[in-house]
C-alpha cells in the first residue's frame, strides 16, 4: 500500500492523479502570467497612419542626334579650285531636357588639305542651304572648324535646343582657286563632333 | 413510583428521533423570527461615463487638404537632372482626441531603373503642432530653398539631413521613439520636403558619372516614393479621482 495515499485504489487513485497533474499545470499558467512585462498596460495603444502616396521622380534624358538632310552630302570628290557645295545638317534634340551643343572637328587625311579648304556653316532660314543666308556661326579652315565650346557650361557660342527641338545647319565648304598644286589628289576626311550636355 | 417497562422497537426509535429533530427545528425558527423586520437606505454615484479616445490623422499637401488616408502626388518631377531640387511641403494633423506623436517611413516602386539611390531626401518640420491648420500660401512658399536651412521658419531641423534614398525603403522615424508630437483636436505639423538629383560625378564617358541615370529610353530611370505618417497615442493616462 502506497505511503501517502493510503486509501485511495483503483479508479479513485488515478482520478487523484489527475487532479495534480491539472494543479501542476495550473501552476505552471499562473506563474506564467505573473511573470509576464510588469506594465502590462502599455501593450495596448490606439495607432492611426495617414500616406503621401504617388511622389513620382523621374530622370530626364540628354540625346543629341544629327542626320543629313534628304539628298544631302558632305563629301565631294575631285575637287578643283574655286569648287564648293552646300549641305543640310539637321541636328536634333531627342531628350526630355534642353540641351546646349558645341561642334568640333577632327581631321584626317591631308593636313594641308584640310586647312585650304574653307566652311562656313550658317543656320538655315526658310530658304535652301544654296541661298546662303542665315547666320555664320563658323567660318575658316575646314581643319579648325568649331561652333561654341564643348567645355561643361554654357560658353560663348554654344547652341542651345530645348527638349523635342531640332535647328537646321547649312554647311558650306569651297576649295579656294589659290589652292597650290602640291594638293592634287590628295584627300581628307573630317569628323563633325556634336557634343551635348544639360542646359542648367 | 411505580415503572412500567415499555417495549419500543428499533423502527419506532427512529420515527422518534426525526420527529424530535423536526420539533427542534421548528423551535428554534420561531425564536428568531422577530429580526426579520429591518430599515434600509441607500445612495448612488451615477453617470460614471468612460469613453474611448480617438486618435486619427489627416494629411494635406499644396493642393489637397485634410484627407484621410492618404494624398497623392505631394512632391513630384518629371525630367529630373544632376544638380535639381524639388521642394513641397506635407501636412500632418491629429483630429483626434488623444494626443499622439507619429513616425515617418518611406517605400519606392519603379516601373524600370531605380532612380532612388540618385536622389538625397531631407526632411524639416515647423514643429510640435506649431503650424497653421492648413497649408497656406505662406506655408507652401516657405517650404523652398530659401527657407528651407532656416531654424527659425523650420524648428525641426534634424528630422532628416540629406541621405540618399534606399531603393528597398526605410524608417525615417521610427514612431516607438519618435518626438514628433500632435496635440490632441487640432495638432497639426507641416513637414518640408527636399529632394536632391546628387551630383555622381562629371561624365567620363556617355555611360559613366552622372550619365549612369541618362537612359537611353525616355522615362525609364524613375522613383515613385510612398511616404507613410503611422501615428500612435503619446502615453497611457491614469486619472486619480480625488
Known amino acids: ?200 | 413510583m411505580t415503572s412500567f417497562p415499555i417495549s419500543v422497537s428499533r423502527g419506532q426509535q427512529l420515527k422518534l428521533a426525526l420527529v424530535g429533530a423536526l420539533a427542534v427545528g421548528v423551535l428554534a425558527t420561531m425564536t428568531g423570527r422577530g429580526t426579520l423586520a429591518y430599515f434600509t437606505t441607500q445612495v448612488r454615484s451615477d453617470t460614471n461615463t468612460f469613453t474611448a479616445g480617438t486618435l486619427q490623422f489627416h494629411v494635406g499637401d499644396s493642393d489637397e487638404s485634410n484627407l484621410t488616408p492618404a494624398v497623392t502626388t505631394s512632391i513630384s518631377f518629371a525630367t529630373m537632372k544632376p544638380g535639381d531640387v524639388a521642394y513641397a511641403p506635407i501636412e500632418i494633423d491629429n483630429v483626434g482626441s488623444l494626443a499622439a506623436k507619429y513616425g515617418i517611413l518611406y517605400t519606392t516602386t519603379t516601373s524600370g531603373t531605380n532612380l532612388a539611390p540618385a536622389l538625397d531626401l531631407a526632411i524639416v518640420g515647423k514643429g510640435s503642432g506649431t503650424g497653421t491648420k492648413t497649408i497656406t500660401a505662406n506655408n507652401a512658399t516657405s517650404c523652398n530653398a530659401t527657407s528651407f536651412a532656416s531654424s527659425t521658419v523650420w524648428s525641426e531641423q534634424s528630422i532628416r539631413t540629406a541621405a540618399p534614398l534606399v531603393s528597398a525603403g526605410q524608417t525615417i522615424v521610427a514612431v516607438g521613439s519618435s518626438t514628433l508630437n500632435l496635440a490632441a483636436v487640432s495638432g497639426v505639423d507641416i513637414l518640408c520636403m527636399q529632394v536632391t538629383f546628387h551630383d555622381h560625378g562629371a561624365p567620363g564617358s556617355l555611360t559613366t558619372g552622372d550619365n549612369v541615370y541618362n537612359d537611353t529610353t525616355i522615362d525609364h530611370t524613375n522613383t515613385t516614393v510612398n511616404f507613410v505618417f503611422d501615428g500612435l497615442v503619446s502615453a497611457a493616462a491614469v486619472i486619480n479621482n480625488p
Request: charged fraction near 10%; include cysteine.
Open chain 1, 1 to 200: 500500500m502506497p505511503g501517502r495515499i493510503p486509501h485511495l485504489w483503483g479508479a479513485a487513485r488515478l482520478e487523484y492523479t489527475a487532479m495534480t497533474t491539472r494543479l501542476f499545470f495550473s501552476g505552471l499558467l499562473f506563474i506564467g502570467v505573473m511573470g509576464s512585462p510588469g506594465p502590462h498596460g502599455t501593450l495596448a495603444y490606439l495607432s492611426s497612419g495617414v500616406q503621401s502616396t504617388g511622389n513620382r521622380f523621374s530622370a530626364g534624358t540628354v540625346h543629341i542626334a544629327n542626320s543629313l538632310a534628304t539628298g544631302a552630302t558632305l563629301s565631294m570628290a575631285n575637287l578643283i579650285g574655286g569648287d564648293n557645295f552646300d549641305a543640310q545638317l539637321d541636328v536634333a534634340n531627342s531628350g526630355t531636357l534642353s540641351l546646349i551643343y558645341a561642334v568640333s572637328t577632327s581631321l584626317t587625311g591631308s593636313a594641308a588639305l584640310g586647312s585650304t579648304l574653307q566652311l562656313t556653316v550658317r543656320t538655315k532660314t526658310t530658304s535652301p542651304c544654296g541661298a546662303r543666308d542665315g547666320a555664320i556661326l563658323y567660318t575658316g579652315d575646314l581643319s579648325s572648324a568649331a561652333i561654341g565650346d564643348p567645355a561643361h557650361g554654357l560658353q560663348a557660342g554654344d547652341r542651345v535646343l530645348a527638349a523635342g527641338a531640332s535647328e537646321s545647319l547649312c554647311f558650306t565648304v569651297t576649295l579656294p582657286t589659290s589652292a597650290v598644286p602640291s594638293l592634287v589628289a590628295t584627300n581628307a576626311a573630317a569628323t563633325f563632333v556634336f557634343s551635348a550636355e544639360q542646359n542648367g
